[in-house]
């Protein structure tokens, strides 16, 4: 096996995360990316997840990649799990094994790598990498704010650089091994049903599931017979390049009934906010931009979820978050940081055309 070009896969206190996430994407199957600092000392190694958990943490592309740094000292690994470039292939799996490891760092006797080697390896795979999951695509809204495009098209159907929104969306869910779609469907189900067929000319299964009276975005769920252990929900009017693999394996990993894929929201008061006490004025904060964590229309259900829905009511995917904190179970959050867009309203349509292909 070729050893990595580690140069390429590095990033130093002046970086900044969105070179971080550059060299994620670009290191392969190790997906990881290499901090060192201004010494040039090997410090740390950062995945995915922990991008993501710098994202929950509040932080963004443009802050510094020692932002994730900091998060990672304080969290339960804070320093990198290593091997020596001399170790063998039986101590490197036992390595991979004990740690849960996606990726291992190869040293030499100084501490600086050499190499980085992914599970793939070792032909090592993760339940994640084996287990398959269905999607459901909820596509049976109006699209009242996207008129008058969508007087005679459903919303999902609008094209994007010649390719319908939901198409687009289905071919990204195919290069993640999903082969078997549930569509679910309302206003002008026909254009929808058409165009896909029984999914067979994608090399996969649709079925459709048509709502007589709108059921609300996760009120078709319960219309769905017997569901896979695992089931990734998604709206049908949004993009994004979400690694869907990364997503399943966070909502394994913690075992939640119900994982919500989010996104950062900013928010910017155009005006100086005042902080005060008793009248008196501690501070002003003008123009602040304040980050939220919003939900991105983009969910993984376990089989649990199933036996806590309503037969017949109509309800949103939200309701059932709400009812299943309600009920003690676990429902997590998993950030994206890659290109995410909810094509609501004309200028949205406009932007997805120099985003998505």
Not at 167 to 195: A, D, N, Q
Not at 256 to 280: K, L, N, R, W
Not at 325 to 354: M, N, Q
């Amino acid at each position: 096996m070729k050893n990595i070009e580690l140069s390429r896969i590095s990033v130093t206190e002046e970086s900044q995360i969105s070179d971080v996430v550059a060299c994620i994407q670009n290191s392969g199957s190790v997906a990881c990316c290499l901090y060192y600092n201004n010494e040039g000392k090997f410090e740390n190694i950062f995945t995915d997840g922990d991008v993501r958990r710098a994202f929950l943490a509040g932080r963004g592309l443009t802050d510094s990649a020692y932002e994730i740094l900091k998060i990672k000292q304080a969290s339960a690994r804070a320093r990198p799990i290593t091997a020596s470039v001399d170790s063998t292939d039986d101590k490197r799996r036992a390595i991979f094994a004990e740690h849960s490891l996606r990726q291992l760092v190869l040293v030499d006797s100084f501490g600086q790598p050499l190499d980085v080697i992914g599970a793939d390896h070792l032909c090592h795979e993760y339940d994640f990498q084996k287990k398959s999951f269905s999607a459901i695509v909820m596509a049976g809204g109006f699209g009242t704010r996207m008129r008058p495009f969508t007087d005679t098209t459903p919303k999902p159907m609008l094209k994007v650089n010649g390719r319908p929104i939901l198409e687009i969306s289905i071919m990204k869910m195919i290069e993640f091994g999903v082969r078997k779609f549930y569509i679910t469907t309302h206003y002008l189900p026909e254009k929808i049903m058409e165009h896909f067929g029984d999914g067979s000319r994608f090399g996969v299964e649709i079925y459709y599931i048509n709502e007589a009276t709108p059921l609300g975005t996760g009120g078709a769920l319960a219309l769905v017979e017997q569901p896979d252990e695992h089931m990734l929900v998604f709206n049908g009017d949004i993009l994004t390049n979400l690694n869907v693999r990364m997503f399943f394996a966070d909502h394994m990993r913690t075992n939640a009934c119900m994982t919500i894929a989010s996104t950062q929201y900013h928010v910017e008061v155009p005006f100086g906010v005042i902080a005060e006490e008793d009248g008196v004025v501690a501070k002003i904060d003008e123009k602040p931009v304040y980050k939220f964590m919003v939900n991105s229309g983009m969910y993984f259900v376990s089989r649990e979820v199933f036996e806590y829905l309503p037969a017949t009511e109509r309800f949103n995917m939200t309701d059932v978050a709400e009812s299943l904190i309600e009920k003690g179970r676990k429902v997590s959050c998993f950030p994206i940081y890659e290109h995410w867009l909810d094509v609501g309203r004309p200028s949205d349509y406009d932007i997805a055309a120099t985003i998505f292909e």
